[in-house]
């Protein structure tokens, strides 16, 4: 495992854009995004392997966001663009270290951060 810090979140206006930013205290494969509003469960947000050459991204941030990564920094970011009062959640940085196969699912990913509000108002 990996500790993970997660920074960036704050409160924006409806349409506004945020960076999320994820620095890993060691090597990593893959590298999530997940979060979780308020009395729903925790969802995927983007994905991205190891080199940084294949991306996931749930449908409902598609277009919006953009998932990239510097491994020379074992950083990971995570670009919101055109925000809605609907992203309103704390936002997970996630990360795996067993194999260099593309995860997308909760519990397949043992390292994790603490979390960042990120708020939008209408």
């Known amino acids: 495992q990996v500790q993970l810090v997660e920074s960036g979140g704050g409160l924006v206006q409806a349409g506004d854009s945020l960076r999320l930013s994820c620095a890993a205290s060691?090597?990593?494969?893959?590298m999530a995004w997940f979060r979780q509003a308020p009395g729903k469960e925790r969802d995927i947000v983007a994905a991205?392997?190891?080199?940084?050459?294949?991306?996931y991204y749930a449908d409902s941030v598609k277009g919006r966001f953009t998932i990239s990564r510097d491994n020379a920094k074992n950083k990971v970011y995570l670009q919101m663009n055109g925000l809605k009062p609907e992203d309103t959640a704390v936002y997970y940085c996630?990360?795996?270290?067993?194999?260099?196969?593309?995860?997308?699912?909760?519990?397949?990913?043992?390292?994790w951060g603490q979390g960042t509000r990120v708020t939008v108002s209408s």
């Open positions: 991205v392997s190891w080199r940084g050459t294949t991306t």
């Open positions: 060691g090597r990593t494969f893959t």
């Open positions: 996630a990360a795996d270290i067993s194999t260099t196969a593309m995860k997308v699912r909760n519990y397949e990913f043992r390292s």
